[in-house]
């Protein structure tokens, strides 16, 4: 390996810490209703007889700022559905009717508002260590090309510097993350 492949190797590590992080962040309710609060949801099928995504067994809309609209392609996965939505750490009540199922998003309180910040920092906190054991394994993986002598001891440092450039890239790109969607949770 030489010192450009363990960069790009370390960017993209990074990049999927910060990915890891955007799609955790999609799964926290704010006060307006969203597809992604739901779309990653694990629903066993029982007619399937298997656990699928929620966005692949249905169209999920959001027609009102405080309804999900969920349409599944087999009506007779509602209640599979349903059951799913109401297992989930979410403490939302679908109402089934006929073939589709509304999910009226309520208003938060102040208190669980600042509780989904917590956890919007913790989700955070769990990104921010994924990309620092990229980057130590970036680091490790820049002392045994030395030791190698694939690259001089300047070059480790370059490499170092550069490698801790993209740390802090992602770890600000996941910082702007988690004030966005704080602002958003927090807005009422």
């Known amino acids: 390996m030489d010192a450009e492949t363990l960069l790009l190797e370390t960017e993209e590590s990074m990049l999927k810490a910060v990915d890891f992080a955007k799609q955790e962040f999609s799964g926290v309710r704010t006060g307006k209703a969203s597809p992604g609060l739901v779309e990653n949801l694990d629903v066993h099928v029982s007619s399937y007889g298997s656990v699928m995504k929620l966005k692949g067994l249905a169209v999920i809309s959001t027609p009102e700022p405080r309804l999900i609209l969920i349409q599944p392609f087999d009506p007779s996965t509602v209640h599979d559905i349903g059951r799913a939505i109401n297992e989930s750490k979410l403490n939302l009540n679908p109402l089934v009717e006929g073939r589709s199922i509304r999910l009226p998003i309520p208003a938060l309180t102040e208190e669980r508002r600042k509780d989904l910040v917590k956890l919007v920092k913790s989700q955070a906190e769990e990104a921010r260590v994924r990309v620092r054991g990229a980057r130590k394994a970036a680091m490790d993986s820049a002392k045994k090309l030395k030791a190698e002598n ?39």
């Open 150 to 188: 694939i690259v001089t001891e300047d070059g480790q440092r370059d490499l170092e510097t550069q490698i801790q450039k993209l740390t802090d890239k992602y770890v600000k790109e996941i910082d702007e993350l988690v004030a966005v969607k704080e602002k958003d949770i927090m807005t009422i």
